[in-house]
């Protein structure tokens, strides 16, 4: 069984992630760290040194190759890997196991405001522009996380209250 979290930056995926795969004994893969690994850099170095169309390239290859390998587990993708190269439609075809963790933004601002410095993203931004750029960021890649089999509506939920969630919709 592959299990495939997304939605935006800062959403828990990777959290959730976790939990969800010790919960069903399944191996978790983050994209972004699995794409760190194999490029031996972190996400702000790739972005700053190689750019953000070389990252794209390299997260495509990367998740087709998870994608192909048909190996169950949990996966977390990064927060704009569903509208990029065709991303959304290859996870569809891999699993009917899709959830969108779905947060409104003034969450999503009070989830990112202290992790800024990490986020290249929005590393650039005063604090006062970030609802605005991620209220744009979800209305461009809307359209691709509500392709998700599934929408979870997650914002003040716990973890453990997601994953509880996802596992009553399992396929």
């Known amino acids: 069984m592959l299990i495939v979290l997304l939605g935006y930056m800062g959403s828990g995926k990777s959290t959730v992630g ?14 972004d760290e699995y794409i760190e690994s194999a490029i031996g850099a972190s996400i702000p170095e790739i972005f700053r040194e ?18 192909d390998s048909g190996k169950p587990g949990v996966l977390s993708l990064g927060g704009g ?28 601002v009070d989830r990112l405001i202290s992790e800024k410095a990490q986020r290249p993203l929005i ?21 691709y996380y509500l392709q998700a089999a599934h929408t979870l ?13 996802i596992e009553g919709k399992l396929v």
């Open 18 to 31: 976790r939990v969800l795969a010790e919960r069903l004994n399944l191996p978790f893969t983050d994209l």
């Open 123 to 143: 590393a650039h931004l005063p604090d006062s522009e970030l609802p605005e750029f991620i209220g744009k960021h979800l209305f461009d890649r809307g359209p």
């Open 81 to 108: 890997t569903p509208a990029y190269a065709g991303n959304m439609d290859r996870v569809l075809k891999a699993t009917p196991n899709s959830f969108y963790l779905q947060h409104s933004i003034p969450s999503l």
């Open 50 to 67: 190689k750019g953000e169309l070389f990252f794209r390239k390299k997260e495509h290859e990367l998740l087709v190759s998870l994608l």
């Open 153 to 165: 509506a997650s914002s003040g939920k716990t973890p453990e209250e997601l994953v509880a969630e």
